[in-house]
């Protein structure tokens, strides 16, 4: 679908209409009885001139009207209707609402959390007490670990405690995880360790992991982007310590880092330019315990000394990048924030506020009766009359749901039996997810038939995307598809033209062929010199298919000088081909003064007939779908 719309943009500049105003009624033209407004048409040109070179009102009224006229084209050849378009634009239309139906408010909220948060990092300790992905030892795990915080609070030792109850890998650092970002962990989690302050223990809390106990350490500001130098001293060197220890005296003193780095650096790639490493982001492919060294500098010139069993690097923090303002971030926040556990709660947020708004209520006694009938196979829909829910001031049913129901409980089981589930779900489970899912779907659509009636950015989002299909359709029925398909046209378009297609200089057509080997090389050859021209490539192509589909690859075609390594080294006499693939090639054809048909120039024939059927379809368009201009309000338009 992408496609369509980069080659759309290509030829028609994309005309957004996602932002047509009704504040204006002043109408700039009508194409077939078709108006368009001031407020449209100002935009449009505005937005397309920040994308392309600049035209006058003018020069765009020319474009413009050609889009329109395209787009009339399509709707008389009833493309609109056709189920291909209805498909595609159904698609459309469920993609284009996502953005509209979320919780605004929500989204800001934690997008300014994320910011906010991203300006440090904790040093936190957790002790996990799992529970099983059905909670069946809810219980179990909750007294653990509230036995556990008991003892916490009486004096007992956190580590010793976390190193021996603790479900989690960090056990075996009493618990310990290290400095922590935002995003770095499940939001949650992430909620207490920014919500306790230091040397404090947090009361036992719930993730979906289990029970957690959380303990600060430390918080300290995050660094953007550090850029350090280091000194890297080998062990192997016998005076190694007393090497290390003379430096950094001397950085104690305030020698100048880069150049200690330059003299006595033993890593020789770095020291030529005083030990630079560049910027250390969180990202780069630096040991993770290196990083953290890194990241523990606070300020320009702190110097920090790491001992490993290979040697002594002594670091320098030269440079901390500008912190981005919330305007520069948003856009990257927001992504993290759509792939992240944060996107439930927008989504959680956006649906009770729905509820609110359509007077949702339901009567959870009338979700137990399907525990009984949910793997039943034959039921009497007409029985399941007890009221489940109430939407929009009427009541609904149990009947409304069971057909739902009994789709999803049929594709989860499928997926089950092959292997798609870890474990299976209680039945009481499943039937509150899926009415969870059933009402997701009841909410959205609702929401959604409101947005396109009243929301005039998303009608005009739609009316964009609608067009763009119905071109793209059009277009390639109208000229795209003639072009590539009908060769007799582009032959006789090409005889027609044929002065405007010359070459400066002789250029090679034939085949170029490469092997893997002399042995396959023979065969080729072989086929070569039995063979005419015209049926090499099929011969050889046949052979290939037989026995050395991977040890053979064919180019058929018109070479100029430089075009290809074998015949610049085989015709040319230029250069040496070189493959460690296909060492060994052949060439079989000629030399042309000049092209001898459309072949041997078809992507620029193909090219300009394509413009010439552009241009006569345009014109046809013209004649046949009236234009009027309302010069007087045109010359109102304002540019940016």
Known sequence: MKNKFRSLFALFLAIPLN????????????INKTDVTKSEFEYIYNKNSKAVDRKSID???????????KVEAAKEAKIHESPSYLKEFSSYKDQLAIPYLRDKDKEQELLMEAYKRGKEEIHASHILIKVAEDGSDSLDAFNKI????????????FSRLAQDNSDCMSKRNGG??????????????????????IGEISKPFRSKFGYHIVK???RRKVLNAPRVAYIYISKSEPKYQGIVDSLMLKIKMGA?????????SMDMVTAVNGGDLGIIDRNSSYPIDFKNHVYSLSKVGDVKLIDNAIGVQIICLTSVGVQPTFQEQKAELLEKIKKSDREKEVGVSYLNALKTKYGFELYEKSLKPFEKIINEKDVMINKLNSPLYEFKGNMYPQSEFYPYLKEQKARYDYAYSKGGQKKKMSDKQFIEKAFDSYLTKLLIAEERLILEQDCTEYKNLLQEYSDGLLLFEISSKEVWDKSSKDTAALSKFYQEHKADYTWDSPKFKGVVIRCKNDS?????????KTTPLDSVVSKVNLLLRKKYEKLVKVDEGVFPQGANKVVDEKIYKIGKYTDDKYPVA????????????????????????QMYLEQEWIKSLRSKYPVKLNKKVLNTVKSN
């Open 586 to 609: 052949t060439v079989v054809g000629s030399m042309q003064s000049q092209p001898q048909s459309y072949l041997d120039i078809k992507g620029p024939v193909t090219a300009d007939y």
């Open 19 to 30: 932002a047509v105003s009704g504040d204006s009624e002043e109408i700039v033209m009508t």
């Open 256 to 264: 100048n880092f880069a150049e200690l780095a330059k003299k006595h």
């Open 176 to 197: 310990d995880l290290g400095f922590l970002q935002v995003f770095s962990t499940i939001y949650e989690f992430e909620n207490v360790i920014y919500n306790t302050k």
């Open 59 to 69: 020069e765009y009224v020319e474009l413009f009207v050609n889009y329109k006229l």
């Open 216 to 218: 600060v350490h430390e």
């Open 520 to 528: 396959v090389l023979n065969i080729v050859e072989q086929i070569i």
């Open 146 to 157: 509230s036995k556990i915080y008991e003892e916490i609070k009486s004096g007992a030792d």
